[in-house]
């Protein structure tokens, strides 16, 4: 990587990519994306129609994001843009909550007319999220090798990347790595621009970041402040010059007011969310993450001191294990050899943007580690933080997930220092048996995630039509089930009914007791609501016994209670 003070104003040209490179790269790599996400997933989620495999999931997440959206299908368009209050009625509650990618969730909307009665994008989002983590793995890699064949190779590292095969079709939005690359790529950038540039393009991050999962921001945020500094560094000539320093830091106010603005666009802030519901802590990710397959990989999978670990899931895989040791390697002698000549200090400060890395890395893996360093079962460093700072930082407590920007950090460190020591032909070696054993370790995740995806689903049984759909207009779950939750949202979905609880990312679980003590009280004193279906579980069955309903039992444990209005019994009879 050249010294960034070297010149001051660097083109395309001089940079070492050209147009041609930057789109014919971006296509392969996409291509190669495209080609993986077919191989791993077939092509039957890609019927518009068939949102079977989505209701048949184990997971609860994709079942969340899905109909989460076709509720915000169901629901008039507002300002915010976002906003929906069908499934916590009479609250309203964004699609940012439901995480089923807001940009992705308007761009649906507008095309509703044309699509099924229940139309799944989502394979057509992760054939997408495939294509451009290839892509821009590709142009990311050759930004700073500048070898297009090895560039070509290595995307294959971010296409066959493990957490994302971990959280495609978990959590959806969560797999668009292709962000933190695209910020990398950016960085990385020898170019020169002006602060209304940098202010557009730091904008620009802070919408997609929101557009996709806001979990993002905090990824673009890291890499663009490193930007910010790298800027300060190499061409403000005057370091005392308020001004400089002033001009250089816009671009991130951008950022930030774009971000916040895109929230309220989408209309995070409708209703006040529990942000410190749960405090940071148990989601970090362990020190074994690098190495630590968890079952999914060749390696055998190791302990974690929680459960929840896997939130910092960072397995990197065998062939980028072997080039970040070869790597190693090399910068352990070169750094022998730098300290040895007393030139470490002077090699790093004429190298900025690859101080910066280290910088970010560290970064990076503070804020996946914290609260506590654990390595497998056994804390070496226990927390220090108390109570209420980690409840306010409970906003991520899912804090693990930053060590994917590590992932990236380590997979193009190795490629960029592989190819400055190693020969052509040794390279060449060492990428192909790297690459090689990369897919040999990822193959019984491809293979188990393509038996699921390209199998055939039963149909959904939906325990909503045990009730007469035509007496009713609202759905009241008296206590909180999560697989229960989404059969009768997505029966709500398709019949245009509201619901009054749902899963959330963020809870809003005080004003929904709340109202539902409103809705028992106005029941037991004799007046439910003849337009609401009321669904029990054996326990609130007894608490809400004096209430004039009539009830149906469908199990031990699930009833369904309503008031039939005269007419309707009338009708009936």
Same mark, same amino acid.
Not at 26 to 31: C, H, N, S, V
């Given at each position: 990587?050249?010294?960034?003070?070297?010149?001051?104003?660097?083109?395309?040209?001089?940079?070492?990519?050209?147009?041609?490179?930057?789109?014919?790269?971006?296509?392969?790599?996409?291509?190669?994306?495209?080609?993986?996400?077919?191989?791993?997933?077939?092509?039957?989620?890609?019927?518009?129609?068939?949102?079977?495999?989505?209701?048949?999931?184990?997971?609860?997440?994709?079942?969340?994001?899905?109909?989460?959206?076709?509720?915000?299908?169901?629901?008039?368009?507002?300002?915010?843009?976002?906003?929906?209050?069908?499934?916590?009625?009479?609250?309203?509650?964004?699609?940012?909550?439901?995480?089923?990618?807001?940009?992705?969730?308007?761009?649906? +909307?507008?095309?509703? $007319? !044309?699509?099924? @009665?229940?139309?799944? *994008?989502?394979?057509?989002?992760?054939?997408?999220? &495939?294509? %451009?983590?290839?892509?821009?793995?590709?142009?990311?890699?050759?930004?700073?090798?500048?070898?297009?064949?090895?560039?070509?190779?290595?995307?294959?590292?971010?296409?066959?990347?493990?957490?994302?095969?971990?959280?495609?079709?978990?959590?959806?939005?969560?797999?668009?790595?292709?962000?933190?690359?695209?910020?990398?790529?950016?960085?990385?950038?020898?170019?020169?621009?002006?602060?209304?540039?940098?202010?557009?393009?730091?904008?620009?991050?802070?919408?997609?970041?929101?557009?996709?999962?806001?979990?993002?921001?905090?990824?673009?945020?890291?890499?663009?402040?490193?930007?910010?500094?790298?800027?300060?560094?190499?061409?403000?000539?005057?370091? +005392?010059?308020?001004? $400089? !320093?002033?001009? @250089?830091?816009?671009? *991130?106010?951008?950022?930030?007011?774009?971000?916040? &603005?895109? %929230?309220?666009?989408?209309?995070?802030?409708?209703?006040?969310?529990?942000?410190?519901?749960?405090?940071?802590?148990?989601?970090?990710?362990?020190?074994?993450?690098?190495?630590?397959?968890?079952?999914?990989?060749?390696?055998?999978?190791?302990?974690?001191?929680?459960?929840?670990?896997?939130?910092?899931?960072?397995?990197?895989?065998?062939?980028?294990?072997?080039?970040?040791?070869?790597?190693?390697?090399?910068?352990?002698?070169?750094?022998?050899?730098?300290?040895?000549?007393?030139?470490?200090?002077?090699?790093?400060?004429?190298?900025?943007?690859?101080?910066?890395?280290?910088?970010?890395?560290?970064?990076?893996?503070?804020?996946?580690?914290?609260?506590?360093?654990?390595?497998?079962?056994? @804390?070496?460093?226990?927390?220090?933080?108390?109570?209420?700072?980690?409840?306010?930082?409970?906003?991520?407590?899912?804090?693990?997930?930053?060590?994917?920007?590590?992932?990236?950090?380590?997979?193009?460190?190795?490629?960029?220092?592989?190819?400055?020591?190693?020969?052509?032909?040794?390279?060449?070696?060492?990428?192909?048996?790297?690459?090689?054993?990369?897919?040999?370790?990822?193959?019984?995740?491809?293979?188990?995630?393509?038996?699921?995806?390209?199998?055939?689903?039963?149909?959904?049984?939906?325990?909503?039509?045990?009730?007469?759909?035509?007496?009713?207009?609202?759905?009241?779950?008296?206590?909180?089930?999560?697989?229960?939750?989404?059969?009768?949202?997505?029966?709500?979905?398709?019949?245009?009914?509201?619901?009054?609880?749902?899963?959330?990312?963020?809870?809003?679980?005080?004003?929904?007791?709340?109202?539902?003590?409103?809705?028992?009280?106005?029941?037991?004193?004799?007046?439910?609501?003849?337009?609401?279906?009321?669904?029990?579980?054996?326990?609130?069955?007894?608490?809400?016994?004096?209430?004039?309903?009539?009830?149906?039992?469908?199990?031990?444990?699930?009833?369904?209670?309503?008031?039939?209005?005269?007419?309707?019994?009338?009708?009936?009879?």
């Amino acid at each position: 990587m050249k010294d960034p003070t070297e010149k001051k104003t660097v083109t395309e040209e001089e940079s070492g990519l050209h147009n041609s490179d930057f789109y014919m790269l971006f296509f392969f790599g996409a291509a190669l994306g495209v080609l993986a996400f077919l191989i791993t997933y077939g092509t039957s989620i890609l019927d518009l129609a068939n949102d079977k495999w989505i209701l048949r999931n184990t997971d609860i997440d994709i079942k969340q994001h899905y109909i989460g959206l076709l509720h915000y299908l169901n629901a008039p368009w507002s300002f915010p843009l976002g906003c929906m209050d069908t499934l916590s009625y009479p609250y309203t509650m964004s699609i940012v909550w439901t995480d089923s990618i807001p940009i992705f969730c308007v761009f649906t +909307k507008l095309l509703k $007319g !044309l699509l099924p @009665t229940t139309p799944q *994008l989502f394979g057509w989002y992760g054939l997408l999220t &495939f294509a %451009l983590n290839g892509g821009f793995g590709a142009i990311l890699t050759f930004r700073v090798t500048k070898n297009r064949t090895l560039s070509l190779f290595s995307s294959f590292f971010f296409i066959f990347s493990f957490p994302v095969l971990q959280r495609l079709f978990y959590h959806t939005s969560l797999a668009a790595h292709y962000i933190i690359s695209a910020a990398l790529y950016y960085f990385y950038s020898d170019i020169k621009r002006s602060p209304l540039k940098r202010g557009i393009i730091y904008g620009f991050f802070g919408f997609l970041c929101v557009s996709i999962h806001s979990y993002f921001l905090p990824f673009a945020g890291v890499i663009l402040l490193a930007d910010t500094v790298k800027t300060y560094i190499t061409e403000v000539p005057d370091k +005392k010059n308020i001004m $400089g !320093l002033v001009k @250089t830091g816009i671009p *991130l106010l951008s950022f930030c007011i774009v971000a916040l &603005f895109s %929230l309220y666009f989408y209309g995070a802030f409708s209703t006040p969310v529990n942000h410190a519901g749960f405090s940071l802590g148990e989601f970090n990710a362990n020190l074994n993450t690098f190495y630590n397959s968890l079952g999914d990989g060749r390696l055998p999978g190791l302990k974690n001191k929680y459960n929840t670990q896997y939130e910092g899931f960072g397995y990197l895989g065998l062939g980028v294990l072997i080039m970040c040791a070869v790597s190693a390697l090399i910068l352990i002698q070169k750094s022998v050899r730098l300290i040895s000549e007393n030139k470490l200090k002077v090699f790093m400060k004429s190298h900025v943007k690859i101080l910066l890395t280290v910088c970010m890395f560290i970064i990076f893996f503070i804020m996946a580690v914290v609260p506590e360093a654990d390595l497998d079962e056994v @804390t070496l460093i226990p927390g220090i933080f108390p109570h209420s700072i980690k409840r306010i930082l409970g906003v991520f407590r899912s804090n693990g997930r930053f060590i994917w920007g590590d992932i990236y950090i380590l997979i193009l460190s190795s490629v960029y220092v592989l190819n400055k020591k190693a020969g052509e032909k040794v390279l060449c070696v060492i990428v192909s048996v790297c690459l090689i054993l990369q897919v040999f370790d990822i193959s019984p995740m491809i293979i188990k995630k393509r038996e699921y995806y390209t199998g055939t689903y039963d149909d959904f049984d939906l325990l909503g039509k045990y009730v007469p759909e035509d007496i009713y207009d609202h759905i009241v779950m008296t206590f909180d089930n999560g697989d229960l939750k989404m059969n009768f949202a997505y029966y709500a979905a398709l019949n245009h009914k509201t619901m009054n609880r749902f899963y959330f990312a963020r809870d809003i679980d005080s004003v929904i007791n709340e109202k539902l003590d409103e809705y028992k009280k106005e029941a037991v004193e004799g007046r439910p609501d003849e337009r609401t279906v009321y669904i029990f579980n054996a326990e609130t069955m007894k608490e809400w016994e004096a209430a004039p309903l009539h009830t149906e039992k469908v199990n031990d444990d699930l009833f369904f209670g309503y008031r039939v209005p005269e007419i309707s019994t009338s009708t009936r009879q």
